[in-house]
């Protein structure tokens, strides 16, 4: 294994700067989906004598959906370096003179630890007999794909502007945003109806704030473009049925809990303090309430607010095939 490259768990994005920081004459990069603030971050890391070829893919509705940027090609083209398209890439590879990695971390701030939360890759490094396969590959891609000009992307940005440009798109973090141990995502929109707002170009109603409360959620919950009302909403409770608090909620609010008592069982799980903690139980009920709602039911009485999961009674009249 080479000095100083390492497997990345837990910070895929160290190991993609380091080989970026290494490259003596010449850099690749290779991914499907590569957002413009983290091409950056990697730019920034390159000998300006280092030349540099990205290559990547460019679909309209993964355009639509935030998951890549057109706004790559004025970076790269301002650095005299060269954009390949390969429309059937998946591959995710960085290469320099005399090292590489290749995993599965796309060139995006949730896929290289820089953004909360971030997603669960890994990257190896390439050796001996592997890094000359990965060699060979890489020059095959660059030399076979569409080379991008100015054409080629104004064409790209009229087709996507025509056809209601980005939908959402993942906020660009600062170096200090995300913490060592991130928790899993949790909502941060507090209305749900400022999500959908957003979501399906309503948003000129809703706050700064609000805005990018509703961005942030639409990106960790990888929701695609263009999805129906009755989709979005089946989406959003299929995420929230997967989340691990909702599914500590559902065990232990078979029976009504007051809301003191649901806040406890929030602050264990998060380790917060009461009134960040209670916050987000708020937020977490009206997600629930509204995206789950033959789920969940809300009872208020004279002291309390209560919060009650129904959804094994709704199962449980579903008949067993024996």
């Known amino acids: 294994m080479p000095p100083g490259v390492e497997l990345a768990v837990d910070s895929p994005g160290d190991a993609i700067l380091r080989v970026a920081r290494r490259a003596e004459s010449r850099l690749f990069l290779v991914a499907p989906f590569i957002k413009a603030h983290a091409l950056v ?25 935030g998951v890549c940027d057109l706004q790559i090609w004025p970076i790269i083209s301002e650095r005299r370096d060269d954009l390949v398209l390969q429309p059937r890439l998946h591959a995710k590879i960085a290469l320099s003179d005399s090292e590489a990695i290749a995993g599965s971390a796309n060139i995006t701030g949730a896929a290289l630890g820089w953004t909360s939360p971030p997603n669960e890759e890994v990257i190896l490094p390439a050796f001996g007999e592997y890094l000359r ?24 940005y009229a087709q996507l502007d025509k056809a209601g440009g ?7 973090p600062s170096m200090d945003d995300v913490p060592e141990n991130a928790t899993p995502w949790m909502p941060a929109t507090r209305d749900p109806a400022d999500l959908e707002a957003l979501y399906f170009g309503n948003h000129h109603r809703l706050t700064e704030s609000a805005t990018q409360a509703a961005a942030s959620d639409l990106v960790a919950l990888e929701i695609p473009p263009l999805l129906t009302s009755d989709l979005f909403h089946a989406h959003l409770s299929m995420q929230l049925l997967l989340h691990p608090l909702v599914r500590k909620l559902e065990r232990e609010l078979a029976t009504p809990r007051r809301f003191g008592e649901v806040l406890q069982i929030v602050r264990r799980w998060s380790g917060e303090a009461r009134e960040p903690a209670a916050e987000r139980l708020q937020t977490l009920m009206r997600w629930l309430l509204h995206f789950q709602a033959d789920r969940w039911q809300y009872q208020k009485t004279r002291y309390s607010e209560c919060l009650v999961f129904v959804g094994q009674k709704a199962t449980s009249a579903i008949p067993s095939i024996d």
């Open 166 to 172: 980005v939908i959402h798109s993942e906020p660009e």
């Open 133 to 156: 396969e990965l060699e060979s590959m890489v020059k095959r891609l660059a030399d076979t794909g569409v080379l991008v000009d100015d054409d080629i992307y104004n064409e790209f």
């Open 41 to 65: 971050r990697i730019l920034e890391e390159v000998a300006p004598t280092v030349s540099t070829t990205v290559v990547t893919r460019w679909h309209l509705m993964e355009l639509m959906a």
